[in-house]
Nanobody, 124 residues
Framework: QVQLVESGGGLVQPGGSLRLSCAAS????????IGWFRQAPGKEREGVSC????????YYADSVKGRFTISRDKPKKTVYLHMNSLEPEDTAVYYCAADFQPCGPSILPFATYWGQGTQVTVSL
């Protein structure tokens, strides 16, 4: 059974950094690409970044390119989202997910498995 657990959210000032973690159950990183998604109040869920299970190719939404970095540690069964130069517009609940298509330039928010989410708030 696929299980995903996010952590690392919190309150940060504009320009600050956070690292989100997505701990996955056994073999999940072998079978599925992992994506990070976010949903701000009153807005639809959107894809932020994803990393391929086959070759670790990464993709980013235009709004986060150059500021966010996705990575994975297979022995630890964990995917990270390193977020730098945070802006108030990045405030949202962040989710990791598995079993979605595609992990590509357009990351659509339709996945079979979701974590519970972690809140990121960027504010003075």
């Amino acid at each position: 059974q696929v299980q995903l657990v996010e952590s690392g959210g919190g309150l940060v000032q504009p320009g600050g950094s956070l690292r989100l973690s997505c701990a996955a159950s056994e073999f999940t990183l072998d079978y599925y690409a992992i994506g990070w998604f976010r949903q701000a109040p009153g807005k639809e869920r959107e894809g932020v970044s994803c990393i391929s299970n086959k070759d670790s190719t990464t993709y980013y939404a235009d709004s986060v390119k150059g500021r966010f970095t996705i990575s994975r540690d297979k022995p630890k069964k964990t995917v990270y989202l390193h977020m730098n130069s945070l802006e108030p517009e990045d405030t949202a609940v962040y989710y990791c997910a598995a079993d979605f298509q595609p992990c590509g330039p357009s990351i659509l928010p339709f996945a079979t498995y979701w974590g519970q989410g972690t809140q990121v708030t960027v504010s003075l």
